[in-house]
Structures are given as C-alpha cells and as structure tokens.
C-alpha cells in the first residue's frame, strides 16, 4: 500500500476527546513528531481534522439485496463491485473497513497492491451459519442444496466448525464471523432464537483464540447474545433487541457492541422498491425501532460501542446516514470515537483510530466543528478532504 509525507498546518485535531490546534506531520505514512523535508504542505486554517474512520460492519461482496445471487453469482463480478463499493467507502471518510461475511485473501492482495484506491481491509471471509441458520439463503419450500457462497458458509458440528476457522485464519482471515441468531436478511428462521449449540460457539473461538484471532457474532435478542458471550465471543454485531441486564453481561465479559443502525433504517425506506421480499421487510420492522435504543442500553451498562453499516446491494450509498442515526442515540463525541478508538480497540491495531505519534497517516479534513456542528460528521460535502497513509484521495 502507498505511502507519502504530509504537512497539514492550521487545523484543530481531535486528540480522542477534544479539538486542539496544532500542525500535523505525516512521514511515510505515519503520524510524526516532526516534518520531513520539504513535505508537501495541506492548509487547513480554520477547519478541523478527525481520524481516519472505520467501518466495523462492512461487505464488500454484498453486490445485492437476493441471497442466492450474493452467494453464488460469479466471484469476479462479486469482486469487481466490491473494489466499487470500497472506493466509495473511502470516498466517505472511511480508511480502514472491517468485511464481516466475505472479502478473502485475493481482494485483500489486490488492496495491498494498490489496485484501486481501498480502506485498510480486515476480512474474515465467509460467515459460519448452521443450517437453517442466519447465512443459510433457501427458502423452505427450495429443495436444492447450498454448502457455501461468497458470503456465508453452512458448517455443523463442532469438528466441522473447527476445520472451517482454520482453513479461514490459514488464508489471511482477520477474525472469525458466526451467525448466533435469526437475522432479517433470512427466510427460515425467528430473529429472536439462538443459532449453534454453545458447543460449537465454544469450540469456534477456541481455535480463533489459540491462533491470537477473535469472533465475532450476528446476534439480537438478549437470549442470543448472553448465548454467545457465555462461549466467549469478542463482539456483537447488531444487539438490536438487547435488554439492560443483556448489555450489564456484555460489560462484564468485556464484549463489544457493534451497532448497524444505517441497514433497518435504508431497508425501512428503500427495500420495497429495490426488491427486498416480504419475510426480510416484516422482520426489519421487528428490529427498526429499537436499534438505537440498544446503543443507550450499551453506553450505560459501559459497553464498548463501535460502529458499522451493514448495507447489502444498492443500498451502500446510505452509509454516512447510520453517522447520523447513531448521533441521535449517543451524540457527536461518542459516535466519533466509536468510529476511531473504539473500533481500533476492537480491531486490535494500536496505528488505528487516532492521530498521535505513531499512528497511520490516515485522516479526514472537516470543514466544521462536528461537537457543535454534528452534521459535519455525515454530510459528505463537510468532507474537504479525506487522506490514508499521508495521500490525499
């Protein structure tokens, strides 16, 4: 991946809880103490610079709104709209993504390689689903069979389960993804019910565990959850449905919560029209409305809460607008360091999240204040410019 040196003078930055002016030095890519010679220089006078982004939710090869055609339309097509979809992404702000359902080892070189213009890409390739689980896209009525897809791949029985972790860490996998519950996206299963006997969770994040990986968990009611935290799941994505003594465990276990806020807000709005089906758009109306009070739920108890999108198909243009739904449940600080140190933390790179002394050179230039101009955050014309390893995009 590409790396410059930068010199951006007369901003505020923000240090991970307040805005300071000072001149910021990038060097090859990382953040510096002090200037290289004769760097190129970004004024930046009366604006104010964030870290890079991070999108903890994010699939690259969610190239539409069908199940079966994410799963087993061609993989060139899946990754050449993939390379579109990361693109647009960084465009936004977001330098580094975390692909949890799909991505593999061939779109991670082709980013490393600089092939197109990308985020920092954590993938954790297909997504383990029981059968009739969250990842498994039959229909009951379709007798047909489905093993795995770009996306999801259908594995029972804890030495199965154990296999398919390390065939994933063996070929670049960044964590491990399970679907521990019913999803929306799904035709056959309750939202609510936990998916994988706590012998198999267990047995998937020993093998991630023993390798320094970690899992992570589709999961939405307070059932489904404390089921995956018991197994010892790092973070939960979604929790849509949690209750306060769920997110007081989740605490306790030190788990993360991931919200997607953005995806039940866009399918509420758009699914219908783009050809979403019936089963997906009832359940999302289950899910809508308590999304953000999840996010309330988790901040109190002291959950750690990230960020994440989680939008399939046409809907990735509605990315910035999950910023705005998780403002309005958290405010502007919060969400921002959701966005930055929190999922850093999540992540596990301590280069990530921040712009101190050692960090990569990743950053977005605002154009206002985000702690008392919000909007800033996800308008993308607030956006002046967006840098990853000390090259403006």
């Known amino acids: 991946m590409r790396t410059a040196s930068l010199t ?10 307040a805005f300071n002016r000072r001149d910021l030095f990038i060097v090859d890519g990382s ?32 190239t539409s709104m069908d199940g079966f055609e994410n799963e087993r339309g061609p993989l060139s097509y899946a990754a050449l709209n993939g390379a579109t979809r990361l693109s647009k992404a960084l465009a936004r702000g977001f330098t580094t993504v975390r692909d949890v359902a799909g991505g593999d080892i061939g779109l991670a070189q082709a980013i490393d390689r600089d092939l197109f213009a990308s985020p920092r890409y954590h993938f954790t390739g297909p997504a383990l689903s029981q059968t009739g689980g969250h990842g498994d896209p039959r229909a009951a009525h379709v007798d047909v069979c489905f093993s795995h897809g770009h996306m999801c791949e259908v594995v029972d029985g804890v030495d199965a389960l154990r296999l398919a972790v390390r065939e ?29 006997s706590q012998e198999e969770l267990r047995a998937v994040v020993d093998e991630a565990s023993r390798r320094g990986s970690y899992v992570c968990a589709h999961a939405y009611s307070s059932e489904a959850v404390q089921h995956a935290i018991a197994a010892g799941v790092r973070s939960i994505e979604h929790g849509n449905l949690i209750d306060a003594e769920t997110a007081a465990l989740m605490a306790a276990a030190d788990a993360f919560l991931v919200p997607t806020l953005a995806a039940y807000d866009a399918m509420d709005r ?4 783009i050809g979403l089906n019936a089963i997906s758009l009832a359940k999302n109306a289950e899910v809508l409305s308590l999304g953000q009070r999840a996010v309330q739920l988790a901040h109190e108890a002291g959950v750690r809460v990230g960020f994440g999108s989680d939008l399939m198909g046409d ?55 985000p702690l008392t101009e919000p909007s800033a955050l996800w308008q993308q014309s607030a956006r002046v410019a967006v840098i990853r390893g000390g090259i403006p995009m």
């Open 168 to 196: 994933r860490l063996r070929t670049g996998a960044h964590a491990i993804k399970v679907m521990a519950s019913g999803g929306v996206f799904s035709l056959t299963d309750p939202i609510r019910v936990p998916q994988y």
């Open 315 to 369: 809907l990735e243009d509605d990315q910035l607008a999950g910023v705005r739904l998780q403002v309005e449940a958290s405010g502007a600080a919060a969400t921002l360091q959701s966005m930055t140190t929190v999922n850093a933390e999540l992540i596990g790179d301590v280069a990530l999240g921040h712009l101190g002394a050692g960090a990569y050179g990743d950053a977005v230039v605002l154009s206002a204040n």
């Open 8 to 17: 951006i003078t007369g901003a505020h930055v923000w240090d991970g809880t």
């Open 31 to 62: 953040v510096a103490d002090a200037p290289v010679t004769a760097s190129p220089v970004l004024d930046a006078s009366g604006q104010w610079i964030i870290p890079g982004l991070i999108d903890a939710h994010f699939h690259a090869y969610a």
């Open 270 to 273: 758009r699914g219908a029209e």
